[in-house]
């Protein structure tokens, strides 16, 4: 037979999960844990006449063939069980580590275990009474807090509404979720109310009590959330002695402290918010950690403040949310010059600071419609939302949330506690984006072990020498943007540069002064690029006199960035910048998968930085751009949004593709240069096809220029000139102008089948040579059928004047077989046949230089191509007999 069980001292939770899992295999047995919570009970003593369980007194006397677990991870010993008993887990709660291997585990993180009985219900349309959906309804609600927990899903939700469709009843939901204590749960209610002791631990404040409940069997949850309701403190930890052995009943009310982490110490579980344990002493044993005279009671509490430090996650300031270096406004700015400001920046409001002092904030709207009524000249005093509203940096995140909702600023700014000046800003959207966990708090990951693993020792020593020498200059350096993407997509490349928050150059001098080595500064920028290559061998040396490091691992050299913010002027503009923040700075680039940084200085070694849902993205495989103004600040981003969905295996979402429909028509402003500096980008990675294929469906292509396009038919020609060895008999140049041999060879096959190819080449500036190349391909492959009837030396005498890759671009495409015939034979042949004869040979016999020379060695060479010449002697004569017609013309 087939049974379906739960833990003991179920909960509605359990109960409905055990519905759920009869409902969808209809022939098993449902079995009733021995002891069930108080309100658990009541509802079955109402209502369990029209449900399906049974108790374990009632089973029939068989062998158990399978048993499905819900809502927990332990099997009850069980007559009929053996070790060929099937066993099925359904739960919502971590996976224990010692489960039997031969177990089916299915464990899927939801708030409640029914949910996910009610999601396979819902799938095979399962026809639920009332009853079974107003239970159903309990075991979610239970569980999710009535869908207000943390640990809450949006598929907890969707089941709660597909319940009520089906008749789930709330008033009597409502009826069994809130029992009354009874009289025994009240009695150690008081007893528990009366032993309380709150501590603060971390910040914190924690209440815990312990109480003897002599013979009581009725469950103790209820008797916490009335204490918890009542005290309200962060977090609740009850002992209580009962028949079965201790139970440890604890609650939460904040994600710092996890109380399951702490449960399971003890050997139970649960959720971060609600967890327990029974805790069994046998008769004459004493706890590892119970101290002589000290009761078991007495020792657990103990142990519980012992190691709940450890479980406190650091609370989150303001300094974790803020934007740093925030731009703020006088108040005697006039309407009109706060326009601009905001124009240029993009911001939605300013602190307007006075003597240093917050007195004001100015919004965008505000300045918008003074400036719409003509008023451009009322200053910033009269616009301004007036009042001294700030938080500090060491300030929780909390009290960012109620400032905003006593002053009703968007934007607060954060003033330095000790100096009283303004040194960063918190919007709502921050504030917002932390509170929903759609981005996680910086340093709340950290990726050490993966930078050690992947970074060769000498260019990790050398990382761990600048970051330390920042933290000197007390300077944050930070890697960003596509490193760290690579980094934690399991593919780390040796491409980095190093972002600093404050004075690159100044971080660099100091690196030239203490290594050697030589920086060249770019001031208007903030950057630096130090030149190490020189120094290797030394360098080497100083970073690890132990262990002897690879002076080649180390780069030529090292680029050192300011982080800054940028603004364009107008679409497509290159940026101006200026200095800035690091998140303001990781802001400025394309896509959120990029504006992820790892910090390096200090202790803060590995810490993950990530403001704008990067590793959201990441981990879901979504290309999606920071703002909306995006690709009109840059649109060639349009071009790089592919790249990356292409290179990854990502998609675009679906708002960047609204914004990139809306930006294609910008791509025509863009210069040749940089267009073309996209493509090449696109024609060196490894899925560059698809790359190609779908430039074309977005109409990208197009956009570059109406008759740009691409064609499948030129792939596999594209993939030869491309991936495949380049014949060495062709002899190659290693560039065609400044373009490498592999992609000058790209263009031309590609824009070679193109009637307006010369247009698109121009388009793209490619270089005046291969522009030249492209119209001698393009005219040879036009005429090519009257080379049927060209003997070897008129061949020649056209194929000499193209170059090597313009006929190779030919050769790959041209279906014509006899045209392929003639190239091969010129390539490997023909242009290698030459006459003896040389001008020196001429000059010897006393002829005198001039134009005759060229023509008489391109008669000798010709006769050896078309066969009339075989031998060295036919040569000579035929030499004389030229040299004597030229004499006779002369003396003519």
């Known amino acids: 037979m087939h049974l379906i069980m739960t833990h003991e001292q179920a909960d509605f939770d359990a109960l409905a999960a055990m519905l759920g899992a009869y409902l969808m ?16 009970r009541a509802f079955l003593n109402l209502y369990g006449s029209d449900l399906p369980f049974v108790e374990i007194e009632d089973l029939p006397n068989e062998p158990v063939t399978a048993v499905t677990l819900v809502d927990t991870q332990s099997l009850v010993t069980l007559r009929g069980v053996s070790a060929k008993t099937r066993v099925q887990v359904v739960d919502h709660h971590t996976r224990r580590e010692n489960l039997s291997p031969h177990w089916e585990v299915k464990i ?35 569980d999710t807090g009535c869908l207000t927990y943390p640990s809450t899903t949006p598929r907890d939700a969707q089941a709660v509404g597909y319940l009520l469709e089906r008749g789930a009843n709330l008033e009597v939901a409502n009826k069994f979720l809130n029992p009354a204590l009874s009289a025994e749960q009240r009695r150690v209610y008081d007893l528990l109310l009366s032993m309380a002791e709150t501590v603060e631990v971390g910040g914190l404040q924690v209440v815990l009590s312990a109480a003897d409940a002599g013979e009581m069997v009725d469950e103790i949850s209820s008797v916490a959330h009335k204490i918890r309701d009542l005290l309200d403190p962060d977090a609740l930890f009850l002992l209580v002695r009962t028949p079965e052995g201790i139970r440890l009943v604890a609650r939460s009310t904040t994600d710092r402290v996890d109380v399951s982490s702490i449960a399971s110490r003890f050997g139970g579980g649960g959720h971060g918010r609600a967890a327990a344990a029974l805790i069994r002493i046998p008769e004459g044993a004493t706890l590892p950690y119970q101290e002589s005279g000290e009761s078991p009671l007495e020792a657990i509490k103990r142990e519980i403040l012992n190691v709940l430090p450890r479980f406190i996650r ?7 949310i803020m934007s740093a270096n925030p731009l703020t406004v006088p108040p005697k700015m006039t309407a009109g010059e706060a326009l601009k400001w905001m124009e240029r920046y993009g911001f939605e409001g300013y602190p307007v600071v006075e003597d240093g002092k917050v007195v004001g904030l100015l919004n965008r709207r505000a300045v918008e419609r003074a400036v719409a009524h003509k008023l451009s000249t009322l200053t910033v005093t009269s616009l301004m939302e007036v009042g001294s509203v700030f938080v500090y940096p060491d300030d929780p995140i909390e009290r960012v949330r109620d400032v905003m909702a006593q002053s009703g600023w968007g934007q607060v700014p954060v003033v330095d506690r000790q100096i009283g000046n303004v040194v960063g800003i918190v919007t709502r959207t921050d504030l917002l984006r932390h509170i929903s966990g759609e981005v996680p708090v910086p340093g709340r990951r950290n990726l050490a072990r993966e930078l050690e693993e992947s970074i060769p020792e000498g260019r990790l020593m050398l990382i761990k020498a600048v970051a ?67 120094i290797r061998e030394k360098l080497a040396g100083m970073l690890s006199e132990k262990n002897k490091i690879d002076p080649q691992e180390l780069p030529e050299a090292l680029d050192l960035i300011s982080a800054r913010r940028e603004f364009y002027d107008y679409p497509t503009a290159l940026p101006t910048v200026e200095r800035s923040s690091i998140k303001l700075d990781l802001h400025r680039r394309d896509f959120t998968i990029n504006t992820m940084a790892v910090r390096l200085d200090g202790h803060h070694f590995g810490d993950l930085y990530d403001y704008w849902g990067g590793l959201r993205d990441l981990e879901q495989k979504v290309v999606r751009v920071l703002h909306s103004l995006s690709f009109v600040d840059d649109p060639t981003r349009q071009l790089r949004a592919v790249r990356f969905e292409q290179r990854f295996d990502f998609h675009i979402e679906h708002r960047t593709l609204q914004l990139m429909d809306e930006g294609r028509p910008l791509i025509r402003h863009l210069s040749g240069d940089r267009l073309r500096h996209e493509l090449n980008l696109i024609l060196q990675e490894e899925k560059v096809f698809a790359m190609l294929a779908r430039l074309q469906e977005l109409g990208l292509l197009a956009a ?166 075989n031998s060295v002697e036919e040569e000579q004569a035929l030499l004389q007999c030229l040299l004597s017609s030229a004499t006779r013309g002369n003396s003519r």
């Open 25 to 40: 295999h209809e022939h098993a047995y449902p079995v009733l844990p021995r002891r069930l919570n108080r309100n658990v």
């Open 108 to 142: 899927e993180p939801v708030g409640s275990c029914t949910c996910l009985f009610v999601e396979g219900l819902r799938e095979h349309n399962g026809n639920l009474s009332p009853l079974h959906a107003t239970l159903l309804l309990l075991g979610i609600y239970e």
């Open 314 to 320: 650091p609370a989150v300031t303001v300094s974790q």
């Open 468 to 534: 330390a020498e920042a933290r000197r200059l007390h300077q944050a350096v930070y890697i960003v943007g596509g490193f760290v993407r690579d980094l934690l997509l399991g593919r780390p490349s040796l491409d980095f540069d190093i972002v600093v928050e404050g004075d690159a150059i100044h971080l660099a001098r100091s690196l030239e002064k203490r290594y050697g080595g030589r920086i060249l500064p770019h001031t208007r920028f903030g950057t630096a690029k130090w030149t190490i290559s020189p």
């Open 704 to 869: 570059i220029h109406p008759a740009f396009g691409w064609d499948e038919g030129i792939r596999p020609a594209m993939q030869h000139v491309l991936r495949e060895p380049l014949p060495e008999s062709w002899e190659f140049p290693e560039k065609v102008a400044n373009l490498p041999i592999r992609l000058a060879l790209a263009y031309l096959v590609w824009l070679l089948p193109n009637p307006e190819g010369k247009g698109i080449a121009e388009r793209l500036r490619l270089p005046a040579t291969l522009q030249e190349h492209w119209q001698d391909a393009r005219t040879l492959l036009e005429n090519h059928q009257t080379f049927q009837d060209f003997s070897a030396s008129q061949v020649v005498k056209v194929l000499d004047e193209i170059a090597l890759p313009a006929l190779y671009a030919v050769y790959l495409l041209v279906e014509n077989k006899q045209l392929k015939e003639v190239l091969e034979r010129y390539i490997y042949r023909w242009r290698f046949v030459y006459p003896q004869t040389t001008g020196d040979t001429l000059k010897a016999m006393g002829i005198p230089p001039g134009p005759e020379y060229r023509e008489i060695l391109w008669q000798l060479r010709a006769a050896w191509l078309d066969g009339r010449v």
